[in-house]
């Protein structure tokens, strides 16, 4: 079973708009990364938020956590058709070293 | 610097076959991982080693088997492939498990 969920499954915009994504779950965690994956391929790694940090950006990417309530949003600013994809957040728990998957963000970025 | 590379990328079994999926990584990093995507779905642990020598289980371990003898490869195995087998699946890389994770690109699986 998945224990990161994120909301929404799937996310459809128009070239230049943002898109938000959440993920929420449901342990202590000792960080959280965002991926990115391209139909066909493999991930890859977009932000890491650790536990203690709140916000966090990266060009047109904007990470927050909320470790109150277990969950976390991505901003994508100003869209561009190439940014479609899909988007899945994972996370460490706070006791573990293994990393969980939510179920991911399926973006398709319209020109 | 290749990365991680895993091979083969495509594979169809035939129920009971017995395969070996590779995975390389040059980076001497020493977790190294095996997810499995289903379709919609996101990754899925499979099996997990923090080291030579050393592997555990993830959360979906049942028919598959792995090793860890060198820092450099992490193969996964699988002994008696079932339809159900049928996935996508990445091997994994970071320097430990808290830090960002490589991927390989992905060795998709059919098992008839």
């Known amino acids: 079973s998945q224990q990161g969920e994120e909301d929404p499954q799937a996310l459809s915009i128009q070239e230049g708009e943002n898109a938000t994504m959440n993920c929420s779950y449901k342990?202590?965690?000792?960080?959280l990364q965002w991926y990115r994956q391209n139909s066909g391929r493999g991930l890859v790694h977009l932000i890491l938020i650790r536990s203690n940090e709140r916000e966090k950006h990266s060009g047109r990417l904007r990470v927050t956590l909320d470790t109150s309530k277990k969950s976390s949003s991505l901003l994508i600013t100003a869209s561009r058709a190439a940014d479609t994809a899909s988007y899945f957040c994972?996370?460490?728990?706070?006791?573990?070293?293994?990393?969980?998957f939510g179920g991911g963000t399926r973006v398709l970025v319209k020109p | 610097n290749a990365g991680v590379t895993q091979t083969p990328k495509f594979q169809v079994l035939k129920t009971g076959q017995s395969m070996t999926l590779q995975c390389a990584q040059d980076?001497?990093?020493?977790?190294m991982s095996w997810y499995r995507q289903d379709p919609g779905m996101g990754l899925r642990l499979i099996h997990y080693?923090?080291?030579?020598?050393?592997?555990d289980q993830g959360e979906v371990p049942n028919g598959y088997n792995v090793s860890r003898s060198t820092t450099e490869d992490f193969p996964l195995r699988l002994l008696s492939a079932a339809p159900s087998q049928t996935s996508v699946y990445f091997c994994?890389?970071?320097?430990?498990?808290?830090?960002?994770?490589?991927f390989g690109e992905g060795s998709w699986l059919t098992v008839v």
């Open positions: 080693s923090v080291g030579a020598g050393i592997t």
């Open positions: 980076m001497n990093h020493e977790y």
């Open positions: 994994a890389s970071s320097s430990n498990s808290g830090n960002t994770i490589y």
């Open positions: 994972a996370f460490v728990k706070a006791a573990g070293n293994k990393l969980t």
């Open positions: 342990t202590s965690i000792n960080n």
